[in-house]
């Protein structure tokens, strides 16, 4: 279980995506990663499949930026690239009590405002982050992608998971129920529990993916083992069709959720759902 201690706590939780005026690449220091996540924000829209109740994206405010621009995003992505490795980024605000052994570049990681894969642009974003990666000399850093997992059967996706296979990629996939009504209470989604699931099982028969599950009290009450029981079969079922799951990440609401009767699993509640997951399953599960 990682259990970030006070010296780091305040800079997980500091997770700027306006960064000096950038419209797509913002910095943040992850939990999971244990390093500085440079983070790519395809949907400057807000745009997403999802409407989850723990969601911290304030859609109420104006949208200023509809469009990616790649030139725009290849220009700051370098601009980041450069801050990082020069170390200049540990100079700025929110960044300069990052303790020596974070300060590393571990992935590049396709996230921020909504869904990144609605963005038609999304293999050439891609390649731009390939490219730069390799113009920077840092062919560990992972690209990570942050996903619904809702596209991930779509054309232009699949062409960008191809890009990413041959740069180190990573596919973090949501999967926060195992129930269709658990899901679409913390979802609120537009599409079915079972389309997401056969898309992570299209992507994971090609390639080891990550699940991405977050889990929590609502109304003070948090998941019943019914619904629990119900998540690792569908983990089951994946690998039974033929999905490679490298780990599953179980975590809890870190941030102000969008609802207000939602809160964060207490540890012991947390550990109980990677105990039963890891039995049921016997994957790698990790608890954040």
Not at 51 to 59: F, G, K, L, N, S
Not at 134 to 144: A, T
Not at 238 to 260: F, H, L, M, N
Request: charged share 25%.
């Amino acid at each position: 279980m990682t259990d970030p201690t006070d010296k780091t706590r305040d800079v997980f939780a500091h997770h700027p995506r306006d960064w000096r005026n950038n419209h797509y690449v913002y910095p943040v220091i992850s939990r999971r990663s244990r390093g500085l996540s440079i983070g790519v924000n395809l949907n400057p829209d807000r745009a997403c499949n999802f409407d989850c109740i723990y969601c911290q994206v304030d859609r109420s405010l104006p949208v200023t930026v509809r469009d990616v621009s790649i030139d725009r995003l290849q220009e700051e992505l370098g601009d980041m690239l450069q801050r990082a490795t020069d170390g200049s980024i540990f100079e700025h605000a929110g960044f300069g009590s990052v303790p020596e052994e974070l300060r590393r570049v571990n992935d590049v990681a396709f996230s921020g405002d909504g869904e990144p894969t609605t963005c038609p642009e999304f293999a050439s974003a891609v390649e731009v982050v390939a490219t730069g990666l390799r113009s920077y000399q840092l062919p560990d850093v992972k690209i990570v992608l942050i996903t619904d997992a809702c596209y991930l059967m779509r054309d232009h996706v699949k062409r960008g998971l191809a890009l990413m296979d041959s740069c180190n990629g990573e596919i973090w996939a949501k999967l926060d129920a195992g129930t269709e009504e658990y899901y679409q209470l913390v979802n609120r989604p537009n599409y079915s529990l079972d389309h997401v699931v056969q898309n992570i099982v299209d992507a994971a028969s090609v390639r080891p993916v990550c699940i991405q599950s977050l889990f929590m009290r609502i109304d003070d009450v948090g998941p019943g083992d019914f619904e629990i029981e119900a998540f690792c079969d569908r983990l089951n079922h994946i690998v039974d069709a033929g999905g490679k799951i490298k780990e599953v990440q179980v975590y809890t609401v870190s941030r102000d959720p969008a609802e207000k009767n939602v809160s964060a699993l207490s540890d012991e509640e947390k550990i109980g759902i990677v105990d039963k997951t890891r039995q049921r399953t016997k994957l790698n599960v990790v608890g954040y």
